[in-house]
């Protein structure tokens, strides 16, 4: 079982930045080093949960493409964290961000986080 606990959010003003963290915990260390994909979702009030950055173990990325050029994901593996580097924000990006994690790429993901809520208005 992994546990996956995010911070980092908060209300900032348009431009502003922020910077989310989804930290694993688990029973062994090997556990994050199976944990193969990794998701930030976001989802707003009234509309459907999208992927917003994806990370695999080799450290390829994916973003979704309102956040190119403006979002960074990361992992920190001898930390167990994930990161989510959040520039120029604008009120589109309001939203409850939550990590995800998948054993396997291609299926849904086994494990959420409770999620962090982020807020962007001036």
């Known amino acids: 079982q992994v546990l996956l606990v995010e911070s980092g959010g908060g209300s900032v003003q348009p431009g502003g930045a922020l910077t989310l963290s989804c930290a694993a915990s688990?029973?062994?260390?090997?556990?994050?080093?199976?944990?193969?994909?990794m998701t930030w979702f976001r989802q707003a009030p009234g509309k459907e949960r999208e992927g917003v950055a994806e990370?695999?173990?080799?450290?390829?990325?994916n973003y979704t493409d309102s956040v190119k050029g403006r979002f960074t994901i990361s992992r920190d593996n001898a930390r167990q964290i994930l990161y989510l580097q959040m520039n120029n924000l604008k009120p589109e990006d309001t939203a409850m961000y939550s990590c995800?994690?998948?054993?396997?790429?291609?299926?849904?993901?086994?494990?959420w986080g409770q999620g962090t809520q982020v807020s962007v208005s001036a």
């Open positions: 990370i695999d173990r080799a450290d390829t990325t």
């Open positions: 688990g029973p062994t260390l090997d556990v994050w080093y199976k944990l193969l994909c």
């Open positions: 995800a994690a998948r054993l396997d790429c291609r299926n849904a993901p086994n494990y």
